[in-house]
């Protein structure tokens, strides 16, 4: 693949496992919140219970659904009125549990060989991030080895829609067929990308058997295939 000249990666489930991420964050944040607030409003609180709220929240604003740090918030400031706090006090203890939720997010743990293989490419090309979730990649290790990294809450639109995609593509400088972007998301990486004209590689980790093909360039189960892909 002589001619591609900048990657550019998608974050949850790419460069790292999101689901046990994200259960430590909640935790941590549920945990935070019991300590501010008095027991009875934190009383049923659990995964399923936020998600029950974070649902109607999302029904009734669908303009926010992508910036998932405003939902919960939104989620949270619904949560603490329904159980008798002022809406001054339900935004004050959302705030809170956002900072606390958000600070435990950047904790990932990449996949094995993510960051000695990110360390070679960055030699050799420009990386950047494209993603739909609120992770800080720049604020983590990682961030060492790219150049920005764009998040869905901060555009009208999340993958698959071009536009986080072709703000990359501007910021880089180069044309749709310089770029290969890799994600594990069939949909929000591979075709949204594929629509701009940037080549894909799908990054399939737990080895999922799909229903139909796949249309990606390249698949791979660990990201120092990219290294023979880009040879």
């Known amino acids: 693949m002589k001619s591609i000249r900048a990657l550019t990666f998608d974050l949850d489930n790419t460069l790292w496992e999101t689901d046990l991420s994200i259960l430590k964050a909640e935790d941590a944040m549920?945990?935070?919140?019991?300590?501010?607030?008095?027991?009875?409003?934190?009383?049923?609180f659990n995964l399923d219970t936020f998600r029950a709220v974070r649902k109607q929240v999302v029904e009734e604003q669908p303009a926010i659904a992508h910036n998932l740090t405003v939902v919960r918030r939104e989620t949270l400031i619904r949560w603490f009125e329904n159980h008798g706090a002022t809406k001054s006090i339900a935004e004050e203890l959302a705030?809170?549990?956002?900072?606390?939720?958000?600070?435990?997010?950047?904790?990932?743990?990449?996949?094995p060989d993510t960051v000695e293989t990110l360390e070679v490419l960055a030699k050799t090309y420009?990386?950047?991030?494209?993603?739909?979730?609120?992770?800080?990649l720049m604020a983590m290790p990682l961030g060492q080895y790219f150049q920005f990294s764009l998040q869905s809450q901060n555009f009208p639109k999340p993958k698959p829609d071009p536009v986080m995609f072709e703000e990359a593509l501007k910021r880089l400088a180069i044309q749709p067929n310089e770029?290969?972007?890799?994600?594990?998301?069939?949909?929000?990486?591979?075709?949204?990308?594929?629509r701009l004209g940037?080549?894909?590689?799908?990054?399939?980790?737990?080895?999922?058997?799909?229903?139909?093909?796949?249309?990606?360039?390249?698949?791979?189960?660990?990201?120092?295939?990219?290294l023979n892909i880009l040879k």
């Open 30 to 44: 549920a945990a935070h919140l019991r300590r501010l607030s008095p027991p009875a409003w934190m009383v049923g």
């Open 126 to 136: 420009p990386l950047a991030a494209i993603t739909n979730g609120n992770a800080d």
């Open 179 to 194: 770029c290969l972007h890799i994600g594990d998301d069939v949909e929000h990486d591979v075709i949204g990308a594929n």
């Open 198 to 226: 940037i080549r894909t590689v799908w990054f399939n980790a737990r080895a999922h058997v799909p229903e139909n093909d796949v249309p990606a360039d390249h698949t791979i189960t660990n990201l120092k295939q990219l």
């Open 95 to 111: 705030s809170e549990g956002v900072r606390m939720f958000y600070e435990e997010r950047q904790k990932v743990e990449p996949y």
